[in-house]
């Protein structure tokens, strides 16, 4: 029996952990809670932006088992009498594991589904380009950062009708809530500023400065005495004091890109994740010392990351790659990769979200939210340390939607993404997009059209090459960064 039990934790890419050695509870539930193994019964969610769809995984075998769709690629989400979700982007889950929320930040609404039979039960639509949602521990209210306004949508998850709105500073980025309930914590993608909101009564009761104004990502540890988030356009995370007077503890530079954050409680103590764009990779520090304990090398644009319901496993979507990377946390490795839908968001874990191995009801197949072309532009001087860009092509029928991780410019300058005639980027040039480099050098871009066709591998005088030059739209200087030959 032993030895069937090990072979079958070996095709499950886990090892068993023996009665004595349990773990802690894991994010967001608190460390005094039970740990749940990995089995059929969970579920691994992740949200993608430009097919519009929820891919969703059975993380004991790390199989796709197909995509919730709420909307439809372009052009037909261009309709004015278009009525399915665009840009879905964002998740969160009830404390019971039945409910699902789905926020699409472009036809702005939060979408609740029935984790056992995949319909939806629900969608609301709220104010302009919400962001993030996540359940009050005790399940009683969902909040909502409407990131394009200056407030938190607060819905009842039993009528999915907004109760109330919590105001806070402009352009709130993420939520999430003490483990115990007592607080939530709302950082800023507009403001320098993260707010601690008292659950109880809706005040806001504390006030942390931000080291620059863009927070997209939010969490606290499950022992209730940190919060972490990041700082996406200075390439940072900033540690402070999950109680009062809330102090901040701590600021670590992390990276171009820096993204999401999550923990994992293992034997060895534990661990903040940070996913970071700009080097494709994921940096661990532990939460004790705030040391660096690994970089995990995942792919192109590590975006959401969460644990498994007993840390043994972080799942983080590579936005980039149309992948979702499972990842040891005994060896922070990768044992897994499973393909996705188009550009992977937020990413959750949802222990036991369905009954024995049902759960795959009104699921489709993954057909064209899976395909997609990706590129690569390197530096026309390279150096050892300078990073170049990864493209990604997402088809959308004969156009696709075009998304550059843009690493290794200079800091705070005009850039602009267009194609050239020759390869060394010579000739004529043709503006794609225009966009300014963040204090890290980096910058996500995107642009729309048949770009597949004009940069891929035919050998005639209508192919281009994907360039970066600096300056504007109008007034541009020599390339900077080429098409790699190998793309």
Request: aromatic fraction near 6%; charge should be neutral.
């Amino acid at each position: 029996m032993k030895h069937h039990l090990l072979a079958l934790t070996l095709l499950l890419g886990t090892a068993p952990v023996p009665a004595s050695q349990a773990f802690a509870g894991q994010a967001p539930r608190a460390s005094a809670t039970e740990d749940i193994p990995v089995s059929h019964r969970d579920r691994v969610y992740a949200a993608e932006q430009f097919s519009n769809t929820v891919s969703v995984i059975d993380p004991a075998n790390n199989a796709l088992l197909g995509v919730i769709r709420l909307g439809d690629p372009q052009p037909a989400n261009l309709s004015p009498l278009y009525r399915g979700q665009v840009l879905v982007h964002g998740l969160g889950f009830s404390p019971d594991g039945k409910t699902l929320a789905v926020v699409s930040i472009g036809s702005n609404s939060v979408t609740f589904i029935d984790t056992a039979t995949n319909a939806v039960k629900a969608t609301t639509y709220l104010g302009r380009s919400p962001h993030e949602a996540f359940f009050t521990p005790d399940g009683r209210e969902l909040w909502v950062t409407v990131r394009g306004e200056d407030y938190i949508s607060v819905i009842d998850p039993t009528t999915f009708a907004e109760k109330t709105r919590i105001r806070v500073p402009a352009g709130p980025g993420m939520q999430i809530f003490s483990p115990d309930g007592e607080y939530g914590y709302v950082c800023s993608s507009f403001t320098a500023e993260t707010v601690v909101i008292r659950r109880a009564d809706h005040q806001i009761v504390g006030h942390i400065k931000q080291d620059s104004p863009f927070c997209p990502n939010i969490a606290a540890s499950p022992d209730g005495r940190q919060v972490w988030l990041t700082l996406k356009d200075i390439g940072r995370v900033m540690v402070f004091d999950a109680k009062p007077p809330f102090s901040v503890l701590r600021t670590i530079d992390t990276g171009p890109l820096t993204n999401h954050v999550n923990f994992a409680k293992t034997m060895a103590g534990t661990f903040a994740y940070v996913t970071v764009g700009g080097l494709d990779a994921i940096k661990v520090f532990r939460t004790d010392t705030f040391e660096q304990t690994a970089l995990i090398p995942v792919g192109k644009l590590p975006h959401g990351l969460w644990p498994s319901g007993d840390g043994t496993r972080i799942y983080v979507g590579i936005e980039n790659a149309d992948k979702v990377a499972a990842i040891d946390t005994a060896t922070n490795r990768v044992i897994a990769e499973i393909s996705v839908g188009q550009a992977p968001q937020a990413l959750v874990y949802v222990p036991r979200a369905v009954a024995a191995d049902e759960g795959t009801s009104g699921l489709q197949p993954l057909g064209v939210a899976g395909k997609a072309s990706l590129l690569s532009l390197t530096a026309v001087r390279p150096s050892a340390t300078e990073r170049g860009t990864s493209v990604s092509l997402f088809d959308q029928g004969l156009t696709q939607v075009l998304q550059a991780a843009v690493a290794g410019l200079e800091p705070r300058k005009p850039y602009v993404l267009a194609l050239a005639d020759k390869p060394d980027g010579s000739g004529q040039i043709e503006p794609l997009a225009a966009f300014m480099t963040n204090p890290a050098g980096s910058a996500v871009v995107n642009a729309v059209g048949p770009i597949r066709q004009v940069v891929g591998n035919a050998a005639d005088d209508r192919r281009r090459y994907l360039v970066i030059v600096p300056g504007t739209a109008s007034e541009y200087g020599a390339p900077v960064q080429v098409q790699s030959r190998a793309s």
